[in-house]
């Protein structure tokens, strides 16, 4: 068996986060989805409203990364949930459970991550004071366990030994 969906769409709202008490991570969002066909009567493209949830990375990114308006890919899995209401009724809710989201286009100016940062669920996060990087060793020196490369055909000249004649 299979329960696999892959999606592209707009979010229609910024994404809401709320944690368990346990302190994971859980973000809802909605994407608006147009359908590759459009109305026979009016010839306007359809829309499909998906409801999409996320938990602990990947809802951490798309809380931190993603608002109204971005063109996101989610892939997941599709849920049905049902429950008894207050009243007696039984309700239902259908909904994509992430396994990955990713941000299709940059962000908006002052939004979101900086253009440098990965665009998928697993983005570093962005730290205060980057770590400074390790000295690189000389250019000329080889690696440890490699060899020197050979020198330059054009080194060589007349007095050389071992030149061909």
Not at 16 to 26: K, S
Not at 43 to 48: A, F, Q
Not at 123 to 132: H, V
């Amino acid at each position: 068996m299979l329960n696999r969906i892959v999606l592209i769409g707009r979010l229609t709202a910024d994404p809401e986060t709320q944690y368990t008490p346990n302190g994971v991570a859980l973000t809802k969002f909605r994407i608006a989805v147009d359908r590759p066909t459009k109305d026979p009567e009016t010839g306007e493209k359809e829309t499909d409203f998906i409801n999409i949830v996320a938990w602990r990375r990947t809802a951490e990114f798309a809380a931190n990364y993603l608002r109204k308006g971005r063109l996101v890919a989610v892939e997941g899995r599709l849920q049905i949930r049902s429950w008894d209401a207050p009243d007696g009724t039984k309700r239902y809710a259908t909904e994509v459970v992430a396994d990955n989201v990713e941000g299709l286009d940059r962000p908006r100016e002052g939004e979101g991550a900086p253009a440098e940062e990965s665009y998928g669920y697993n983005a570093p996060r962005a730290t205060a004071s980057p770590a400074p990087a390790a000295p690189r060793p000389a250019a000329s020196a080889p690696a440890p366990g490699r060899k020197s490369p050979p020198p330059p055909m054009d080194d060589l000249d007349d007095t050389d030994p071992f030149a061909d004649d």
